[in-house]
C-alpha cells in the first residue's frame, strides 16, 4: 500500500492575476484515488514557524504567514499571497517532512505537492513560497537523521535549495535541468547538470545514470527527497526539453532503483508540471508517482 500525503489546504482558489494551475494538486489527488492503487492518506500538520525560521529570514516568515508580502516579493513568487495560499505554504514542508518520515519506515512515500525549489531566505519566486525541501531537509538533519541527499529532477535548477542548503555538510543537492532555462541566476548545487535544450531521453538518462550514482556512492545518504518535477517531458509550457513520456518513467525506475539498491529511502514530491490542460499536466504527475510506487514494489 502506497503512502500518499495530502491536505485539502493544497489546492487554494486561484488569484485571476495568476497562471499558476492551483487545482493541479486536487486532480493529482482525484486521479490517484481513481487509479485503484492501494493508498494510505496521510494529513499533514503545517509546519511549526521555528523550522521554517530555521532556513527562511524570521521577517520573510512574518509576512508570509500574516499574509503581508510585500508586491515587488508577490511579482517574484508568480502571485498574490493570500490567506488561503499563506496557509497552503506552510502546510507543504509539513507534508514534504511527513512523507519523509514514512519513507524512512516504509521505503517510500510521496507528498502530494511540494518540491518549491526556487524559494530563498527572503523571498519566493517562480511559484515558490517556502522551500519544503530545504526545510524538510534541515529538521531531519537537526533530529539527527542525515546525511540527506535532494535530487532534483525538474527542468528548471534547484536554485534556491542549494541556496539555502549550502553550509549544511549533512545535505547535499543534485539537480540535472536545461541549462539556458529559469532561472538565469544559477547556484551551485553539489552536483549540477546542464543539458542542452531538446536533449531527449537517450542524453537525459545517460546523464542521469553517470552522474547521480557516484553521487550517491560518494555521500552514502541515509534518505533522498525527490523533486519529481514532469517539465522536462517534450510538450510542458515551460520546458526546454524533450522527454518522453516513457523516458519520464524510465527516469523514475532508474532514480528509485538506485535508491532501492542501496536500501535509502526515497520520499517524493510533486514538483513542476506545466500545460494549458491542467488534466493532462495532473496525469503526468500520477504517472510518474505510480512509476516510482513500481519500481520501489520490485524485489
Not at 553539489?190 to 531538446?198: I, K, N, Q, S
Request: hydrophobic fraction near 45%.
Amino acid at each position: 500500500m502506497i503512502a500518499v500525503v495530502h491536505h485539502p489546504d493544497y489546492v487554494a482558489p486561484a488569484s485571476p492575476r495568476s497562471a499558476y494551475q492551483w487545482n493541479k494538486n486536487g486532480l493529482v489527488r482525484d486521479l490517484l484515488a481513481a487509479s485503484g492503487t492501494a493508498i494510505d492518506w496521510h494529513q499533514p500538520v503545517p509546519m511549526p514557524q521555528r523550522w521554517l525560521e530555521a532556513v527562511h529570514d524570521p521577517g520573510y516568515v512574518a509576512e508570509v504567514v500574516a499574509a503581508r508580502v510585500p508586491a515587488p516579493k508577490e511579482r517574484r513568487i508568480g502571485f498574490p499571497v493570500t490567506p488561503q495560499v499563506a496557509r497552503r505554504a506552510v502546510m507543504v514542508p509539513g507534508g514534504t517532512y511527513l512523507a519523509a518520515r514514512l519513507a524512512i519506515d516504509r521505503g517510500f512515500a510521496a507528498n502530494s505537492a511540494g518540491g518549491s525549489h526556487h524559494a530563498l531566505a527572503e523571498t519566493g519566486a517562480g511559484y515558490c513560497v517556502f522551500n519544503d525541501l530545504a526545510i524538510a531537509a534541515v529538521r531531519l538533519v537537526q533530529e539527527g537523521f542525515g546525511p540527506v541527499l535532494i535530487v532534483d529532477c525538474d527542468v528548471h535548477q534547484g536554485d534556491g535549495t542549494a541556496a539555502l542548503t549550502a553550509g549544511w555538510p549533512d545535505i547535499a543537492t543534485y539537480s540535472i535541468h536545461a541549462e539556458k532555462n529559469f532561472p538565469a541566476r544559477k547556484a551551485r548545487s553539489t552536483v549540477d547538470v546542464a543539458l542542452p535544450d531538446g536533449a531527449a531521453d537517450e542524453p537525459y538518462l545517460e546523464a542521469l545514470a553517470t552522474t547521480l550514482v557516484p553521487l550517491m556512492e560518494r555521500f552514502r545518504p541515509r534518505i533522498i527527497l525527490y523533486q519529481a518535477g514532469v517539465d522536462p517531458y517534450g510538450g510542458d509550457r515551460l520546458g526546454r526539453l524533450n522527454l518522453s513520456a516513457d523516458g519520464l518513467i524510465a527516469r523514475e525506475q532508474m532514480v528509485a532503483g538506485m535508491a532501492r539498491a542501496r536500501g535509502v529511502p526515497l520520499a517524493s514530491t510533486l514538483g513542476g508540471g506545466y500545460g494549458a490542460d491542467a488534466l493532462e499536466v495532473a496525469q503526468r504527475h500520477v504517472a510518474s508517482l505510480l512509476a516510482l510506487v513500481g519500481a520501489f514494489a520490485k524485489q
